[in-house]
Nanobody, 129 residues
Framework: QLQLVESGGGLVQPGGSLRLSCAAS????????IGWFRQAPGKEREGVSC????????NYVDSVKGRFTISRDNAKNTVTLEMNSLKPEDTADYYC??????????????????????WGQGTQVTVSS
């Protein structure tokens, strides 16, 4: 019943931009911290970014700082990840997830997958020339 659905993935050239969206159904996102994660072939799942319940706190993994921006619109029950200056190493399946207890309020700490409770099915991002 509680579902998260990602959209916005696709093929983009290096240096290009994509905007990923995460839409919730069955629950309201304002009660949850939201994280974005990615997993490339043969690699472990990596926390990319997270945002606190109110949107007042955001964290990013070092490799995307200055290039990615996470935001939320609780009225629309949506979280967005804007990705700019994309690199081939950004190629991965991207997932959004909701955490009921983790807050994403520890400064500079990217999200840990094991702390998130509800997951979307993912959207593919390919960065290639």
């Amino acid at each position: 019943q509680l579902q998260l659905v990602e959209s916005g993935g696709g093929l983009v050239q290096p240096g290009g931009s994509l905007r990923l969206s995460c839409a919730a159904s069955g629950f309201t996102l304002d009660y949850y911290a939201i994280g974005w994660f990615r997993q490339a072939p043969g690699k472990e799942r990596e926390g990319v970014s997270c945002i606190s319940r109110s949107g007042g706190s955001t964290n990013y993994v070092d490799s995307v700082k200055g290039r990615f921006t996470i935001s939320r619109d609780n009225a629309k029950n949506t979280v967005t990840l804007e990705m700019n200056s994309l690199k081939p190493e950004d190629t991965a399946d991207y997932y959004c997830a909701a955490a009921q207890r983790t807050l994403c309020t520890d400064y500079g700490v990217p999200p840990s997958p094991r702390e998130y409770d509800y997951w979307g099915q993912g959207t593919q991002v390919t960065v290639s020339s």
